[in-house]
């Protein structure tokens, strides 16, 4: 790694990484829309994740995430590990798009799930929390019949509100900005760039450059590989 981008970071008080499902293909969890993705060999894999099908057709949904979006025994990567790291010294914020638990599992302090969670459940019906291996188990609460649901946005759906306000505070403190494993292609996601701190350092780490229609610092290599080199103290 370049003398200069580490000392990026190392100087970095206000750090935010917006993160994709690149970060998890490394621990064996598929994407949604590469050669290889989850929507690749489904053609109604939107619908099965909208909230239509699962107020219209509970089972179709239940059946398509339990098989599809559930790898409970993944692991965290060095890009997990890298940037919950540098939440734990208070320097960091990660916003991910990623719903796959992976970043709790890494102890990430300062973290914003976009999108939500599949690992955290709740009964439709009385709101009660559940554990997830119960909802695998069965898709129906044991204690008043309701359907459980993952907490997660589907399609039809508004984003989480307490989310989109630490997600817009945190991009107007930041000092430096590490877009990882995304296109930056997915709105609202996306326009979250458009509350960057104007004086931020944007740094992206990816094979293909993106267009952001602004100046950037172009990392093209493996995410895996630049987090291998990425000095980090805690």
Known sequence: MEASLQATFDQAKHIVFLTGAGVSTPSGIPDYRSKNGLY?????????????C????????????????????????VIHEK?????????????????????????????????GNMYRVYCQVCGAQVPWQEYLKDPHHDVDGGWLRPDV???DEGLNELNIQRSVAAMNQADLVVIVGTS???????????????????????????????DYDMVQAEATTFFNDLQVRG
Do not use: C, W
Request: avoid cysteine.
């Open 40 to 52: 690749t060999g489904h053609r109604n894999a939107e619908y099965y994740l909208s909230h239509a």
């Open 54 to 77: 699962l107020a219209q057709e509970p089972e179709v949904f239940y059946d398509y995430v339990k098989q599809n979006l559930y790898h409970p025994d993944a692991k965290p990567n």
């Open 83 to 115: 940037q919950a790291a540098l939440t734990r010294e208070d320097r960091a914020t990660v916003i991910t798009q990623n719903i796959d638990n992976l970043y709790n599992v890494a102890h990430t302090k300062h973290l914003v799930e976009f999108h």
């Open 153 to 155: 946005v589907l399609y």
């Open 184 to 214: 930056m292609r997915v709105y609202p996601f996306a326009g979250l760039l458009d509350y960057r701190n104007s004086a931020a350092k944007v740094v992206v780490v990816n094979q293909e450059r993106l267009d952001l229609g602004f």
